[in-house]
């Protein structure tokens, strides 16, 4: 989870301008690092293009809104990895 | 391009949708009052307005992608380059091609020529959401049937 954390972090740093330091496996993409919509828009296509994958944002915040889910199951970055390493190794050869 | 209806694509000439690609035209009027004020002695097209014309041709290949089921908003444009000035009566070629298809979203490559050459070009970024009303359902599918959209 290091290196999709570290890359992950550095893209959130390039695209929201946010202190790299202030970017940590336990941060809230929004309560911490005030990443709104649209930043978190860039966010995810800088990520789907960094790994190949295609981050099923809309099916995340439907279970979210119908409760199956928790908002930091997804967006607090620690586990935001985790769910971008199960796309990873979901990808065809 | 009809500025007051802020409709800027005049007809669709191809459409690929396995290769996630569009080209419209879009003919500059002669007069306008948008070149009233932009500007006085030097008329051209607002880049803005080329903008908005690579938007709306993005607009149109993607409501083809979704089987008119979505509505793609404008939600951002990088790297927009405004390359040569363009005149009234001028025929632009607008093109628009799918660089990624996220969730929710896409990003489009386009770019507007003019005999060839282009005038302008940026990466476009638009939402796809549900239609906030069947009037705006029923009227894009107007508007494309209108530039020729099958």
Known sequence: MSATFDS???????????DR??????????????????DFLDVTFAIDKRFGIKMPVERWMQEIN???????????????????DELIAARPA | ??????QMV??????????????CRAEVPETSTVFEGHFPGHPIVPGVLLIEAM???????????????????LAGI????????????????????VEHEGSGFWVTEARCEVGGRPVADAQIMLRSLPYPSETMRRTL????DRIGMP
Do not use: W
């Not at chain 1, 330091?21 to 649209?38: F, M, R, V, W």
């Not at chain 1, 928790?70 to 935001?80: A, T």
């Open chain 1, 8 to 18: 992950v972090a550095d893209i959130i740093n390039e695209v929201c301008s946010i």
């Open chain 2, 10 to 23: 005049d007809r669709l000439e191809a459409l690929d949708l396995e290769a996630r690609e569009i080209r």
């Open chain 1, 66 to 84: 119908e409760g199956r889910s928790k908002v930091d199951d997804y967006f607090v970055l620690k586990n935001l990895c985790l769910r971008i």
């Open chain 2, 55 to 73: 938007a709306q041709t993005s607009g149109y290949l993607l409501l083809a992608l979704s089987a008119y089921e979505r509505m793609p908003f």
């Open chain 1, 21 to 38: 330091a202030k970017i940590t496996p336990e941060s809230h993409t929004i309560d911490d690092l005030g990443i709104d919509s649209l």
């Open chain 2, 78 to 97: 990088k790297e927009a380059k405004l390359r040569s000035f363009v005149r009234p009566a001028t025929v632009m070629s607008v093109t628009a091609k």
């Open chain 2, 141 to 144: 599918r107007q508007f494309a």
């Open chain 2, 1 to 6: 391009m009809q500025f007051d209806y802020f």
